[in-house]
Antibody, heavy 121, light 107 residues
Framework: QMQLQESGPGRVKPSETLSLTCTVS????????CNWIRQPAGKGPEWIGR???????NYNPSLKSRATMSVDTSKNQFSLKLSSVTAADTAIYYC???????????????WGQGTLVTVSS | EIVMTQSPATLSLPQGERATLSCRAS??????LAWYQKRPGQPHRLLMY???TRATDIPARFSGSGSGTEFTLTISGLQSEDFAVYYC?????????FGQGTKVEIK
């Protein structure tokens, strides 16, 4: 059974870049869409973006081009960078693997536990 | 983007009762809707996809219905492990969007 685990700093200063990695075990991420989703306190989840193992990416336009995702299939990992962070980026960040997708979006059958990232000086 | 609205925000029921959770989309999402369960300390669990299809190993007491803009998740006979937060998600239109969640708590 595939397991995902997020890792990265729990605190990032305003205007800096948030960097997270998702390490996958139990199965290969090859040929899957790998996603990042976040959830601010008291709000519903927000899809950030996805990366296919070929390297092609799609991002939520709400992030105004601040997000960059990458994948390393040799390490079975994928990563997120979010630049110019503000307090509004404080959230629990989840990585998730898509089970299936329509031609525009996916749903997810494997999630990480999530990691809290706080943007604060 | 499509706004997903879940109701109620909190549902208080005794064990063994039927729970009915609603999810409304601001525009039609056809049947491209998923439901997830989130328990404290556990990863999100996919319950339903394509509005009515149970995911792998999901018990039959979970059922989904609806299409277009109105959807329902029904839990027939709440078990102790079912007290959790439930989210709906549409994947019909980009970007995918989630509801705010319904917390099912023990009464």
């Amino acid at each position: 059974q595939m397991q995902l685990q997020e890792s990265g700093p729990g605190r990032v200063k305003p205007s800096e870049t948030l960097s997270l990695t998702c390490t996958v075990s139990g199965a290969s991420i090859r040929n899957y869409y790998c996603n990042w989703i976040r959830q601010p306190a008291g709000k519903g989840p927000e899809w950030i973006g996805r990366i296919y193992t070929s390297g092609s990416t799609n991002y939520n336009p709400s992030l105004k081009s601040r997000a960059t995702m990458s994948v390393d299939t040799s390490k079975n990992q994928f990563s997120l960078k979010l630049s110019s962070v503000t307090a509004a980026d404080t959230a629990i960040y989840y990585c998730a693997k898509a089970r299936d997708c329509t031609n525009v979006a996916c749903y997810y059958d494997s999630w990480g536990q999530g990691t809290l990232v706080t943007v604060s000086s | 983007e499509i706004v997903m609205t879940q109701s109620p925000a909190t549902l208080s029921l005794p064990q063994g009762e039927r729970a009915t959770l609603s999810c409304r989309a601001s525009h039609s999402v056809n049947i491209n809707l998923a439901w997830y369960q989130k328990r404290p300390g556990q990863p999100h669990r996919l319950l339903m996809y394509d509005a009515t299809t149970r995911a792998t190993d999901i018990p039959a007491r979970f059922s989904g219905s609806g299409s277009g803009t109105e959807f329902t998740l029904t839990i027939s006979g709440l078990q102790s492990e079912d007290f959790a937060v439930y989210y709906c998600q549409q994947y019909n239109q980009w970007p995918s969007t989630f509801g705010q969640g319904t917390k099912v708590e023990i009464k």
